[in-house]
């Protein structure tokens, strides 16, 4: 039996407690998440045609979230694609398709309709703001929600070989101005913006105000990193696994939908 999914477990609080802050937290989940779409054909460059089905007049997809739930669907060796639930949300909202979700493979089975879709894409869809200001002092964090904190972790454990390190700490600014601040240690170059996205779709998917939580860059020989740590709560990002490619298709990337034909 294949171990349970962090899909099958959101899915199963979504379930339990039928509230709107587990169905947020599975909506977050799905949208970090690698997911495989099932293929008609292999893919012809950008241009994928996926196995579709109609219930009540609206057009769905197969989706899974491993391989292995994927192929077990199939019944054989299948072509599909590999994409984050964010690019994947895009690109089926642009064409108006439902989600069949690990249909008949696992207990997160589910339709996800194409509203659903169109609602994710949205709700994805505000970049962070970036401003300016200087932290006076730094202090250990405090009043954070034990929820968002550990969606927060999962999140940042999923950020693979983006940077080396993250600490949250409670901030005061030099305009007086308080609240909570995540830095980031030793970012990749060009990561910043993604680092910054998925925080932003933490606080957004954890019901809390953006204002809630700044994200700042540091080099790993900054002082102000020593400083952080010193009072920070620390998140260790897992290194870049060297084995481990993106995507079915070569030199796809996960985070770019292909486009449909």
Not at 130 to 156: M, N, S, Y
């Amino acid at each position: 039996m294949e171990n349970e999914t962090p899909l099958d477990r959101a899915h199963a609080a979504m379930e339990t407690e039928q509230s709107d802050t587990a169905r947020l937290r599975f909506y977050e989940t799905l949208s970090a998440a690698e997911l495989f779409l099932l293929l008609e054909g292999e893919a012809d460059g950008d241009n994928v045609v996926p196995q579709a089905f109609e219930v009540e007049g609206q057009a769905f997809v197969l989706v899974f979230d491993t391989e292995r739930r994927l192929s077990s669907f199939a019944g054989a060796a299948a072509d599909y694609v590999a994409l984050s639930g964010r690019a994947l949300a895009d690109m089926l909202a642009e064409q108006s398709l439902g989600m069949g979700f690990n249909l008949d493979v696992a207990p997160s089975a589910m339709l996800l309709p194409p509203d659903a879709m169109i609602w994710l894409s949205q709700t994805l869809a505000d970049a962070p703001e970036e401003i300016e200001a200087q932290a006076r002092e730094f202090h250990p964090p405090k009043g954070l929600p034990e929820a968002f904190l550990e969606a927060l972790d999962a999140r940042l454990a999923a950020s693979e070989g983006l940077a080396e390190r993250a600490y949250l700490v409670g901030v005061t600014y030099d305009t007086g101005a308080q609240g909570h601040l995540l830095g980031f240690v030793g970012a990749v170059p060009g990561a910043e913006d993604a680092l910054a996205r998925s925080v932003s779709e933490v606080l957004r998917f954890s019901g809390l105000e953006a204002a809630m939580l700044d994200v700042g860059f540091f080099r790993a020989d900054d002082p102000t990193a020593s400083r952080l740590g010193l009072v920070g709560l620390s998140f260790d990002l897992p290194k870049l696994d060297l084995n481990k490619v993106p995507g079915a298709a070569p030199g796809m990337d996960p985070d770019t939908p292909p486009k449909l034909r």
